[in-house]
């Protein structure tokens, strides 16, 4: 797979965009001599130099060095923000299109219920009960996420169910967990890989629109969301502040779609 994700040019852009990241991420201290919380009155709303690349903000921070900060917090909220609940929604899809019957209907009319309701209406809401927070975000994720997953491997599950080696199986009394984990779920769990990358998208732009509003991590980290939230007054005279946060999401987002349609085309089955 890896050879035919590679060999996607698509997948192998947002693969090398995402690396980039990690390696810039890793190297900050390397490539940046900043603190990201030090405040610096004397160095305050300066613009991009050979010195600050992306200028200081309102408190003389380097924001190279926050947006790289950043970046930590937003690939780790949005990877656990996803694949927590997608470990869910899989296990959840299996077992509803494996067994069937009052299962099946009880699985299904759960996630009725929890789809019923828009998705950001849902995280909002539940944030705005349990409190603003970054533990806080896990829990409404992991309560909503699952969803999209647990429907996608419902309806792969029904289709490989009714393959004759999966019918073989239980005449060899194979039991349920081990024709569900062995034989169904490699086969079942290709598209909801292919959907988990733009889930991320979706989950790093809900993230920072979430600390946007003030309900999601909160300062002094340097999420991106709360990033374009301190710049909000400054817009005018340092637009460098909104600019370099929004161009990160814009990043992160595009090369998580390009791997998205590499995997795609990865795991699409042979003619």
Sequence with gaps: MLHRLLRSPAGLGGLVMLLALLIAVVATPLVSPYDPYALDFGNALLPPDATHWFGT????RDIFTRVLAGAAYDLRLATTCVFGPMLLGILVGLCAGYFGGWIDVALMRLTDVVWAFPFYVLVLTIVGVLGPGEGNLYIAFFLVNWIGYARIVRGETLVIARLEYVQALSILRFGPARTMLRHILPNAV???IVYSMSDLVLTVQAVAALSFFGLGVQPPAPEWGLLIVES?????DAPWMTIFPGLAI?????????LGEGLAAALQPRG
Excluded at 57 to 60: K, L, R, S, Y
Excluded at 250 to 258: D, N, S
């Design 57 to 60: 903000d309102n408190f003389g």
């Design 190 to 192: 290709t598209p909801a």
């Design 250 to 258: 814009a990043f992160v987002g595009v090369a998580f779609a390009l």
């Design 232 to 236: 909000v007054d400054y817009m005018r």
